[in-house]
Antibody
Framework: EVQLVESGGGLVQPGGSLRLSCVAS????????MSWVRQAPGKGLEWVAS????????YYVDSVRGRFTISRDNAAYSLSLQINSLRAEDTAMYYC?????????????WGQGTLVTVSS | QSALTQPPSASGSPGQSVTISCTGT?????????VSWYQQHPGKAPKVMIY???KRPSGVPDRFFGSKSGNTASLTVSGLQAEDEADYYC??????????FGTGTKVTVL
């Protein structure tokens, strides 16, 4: 059974940093593109970042480029998101998502999310 | 990249059909056959219902039908059931490894 379990969220002050993690199981992690998608409270979904199977390509939404860094450790079946210079508008549930086999455009499995709250 | 436009709400009685629209531009919906639809129940993670405009993943009932015309994609849910009550989001590839989601539609089963 495919599972994605996120952790690392919490309450952080504006300008602060957090590192989110997603541990995968039930599939060959290194064979899939992976992504982070976020959802602000009561709002819609927003794609944040994606990373290629071997970590050699990374892509970001404009609003986080330069502040967020996506990375992966295929040996540890782990996906990470380093988030720096946090702003109030970064407050959201952050989901780890797996791209469908052979795809870089849609997701077939999602984790349950980890909540990041940016507030003083 | 602006969010795709969806109606805030849609509703239907059990057994009826409901159609949700998702309007973008020629740079996203209209430019690629890479529209997907996600169902999200309150407090839960999204679940893919349709990918590549009209393909259903295994396990998704054939009551869910996706289509596209020009810059607008649509999701039709026929034979509405109580468990279909949820938020639905469209998503489209937008070029240069970017994705854009829709604003979301709350489907209510009356």
């Amino acid at each position: 059974e495919v599972q994605l379990v996120e952790s690392g969220g919490g309450l952080v002050q504006p300008g602060g940093s957090l590192r989110l993690s997603c541990v995968a199981s039930g599939f060959t992690f290194g064979s899939y593109w992976m992504s982070w998608v976020r959802q602000a409270p009561g709002k819609g979904l927003e794609w944040v970042a994606s990373i290629k199977q071997d970590g050699t390509e990374e892509y970001y939404v404009d609003s986080v480029r330069g502040r967020f860094t996506i990375s992966r450790d295929n040996a540890a079946y782990s996906l990470s998101l380093q988030i720096n210079s946090l702003r109030a508008e970064d407050t959201a549930m952050y989901y780890c998502a797996r791209y469908r086999t052979g795809s870089t455009v849609d997701f077939d499995y999602w984790g349950q999310g980890t909540l990041v709250t940016v507030s003083s | 990249q602006s969010a795709l436009t969806q109606p805030p709400s849609a509703s239907g009685s059990p057994g009826q059909s409901v159609t949700i629209s998702c309007t973008g531009t020629s740079s996203d919906v209209g430019g690629y056959n890479y529209v997907s639809w996600y169902q999200q129940h309150p407090g839960k993670a999204p679940k893919v219902m349709i990918y590549e405009v009209s393909k259903r993943p295994s396990g998704v009932p054939d009551r869910f039908f996706g289509s596209k015309s020009g810059n607008t994609a649509s999701l039709t849910v026929s034979g509405l059931q109580a468990e279909d009550e949820a938020d639905y989001y469209c998503s489209s590839y937008a070029g240069s490894n970017n994705h854009v989601f829709g604003t979301g539609t709350k489907v209510t089963v009356l």
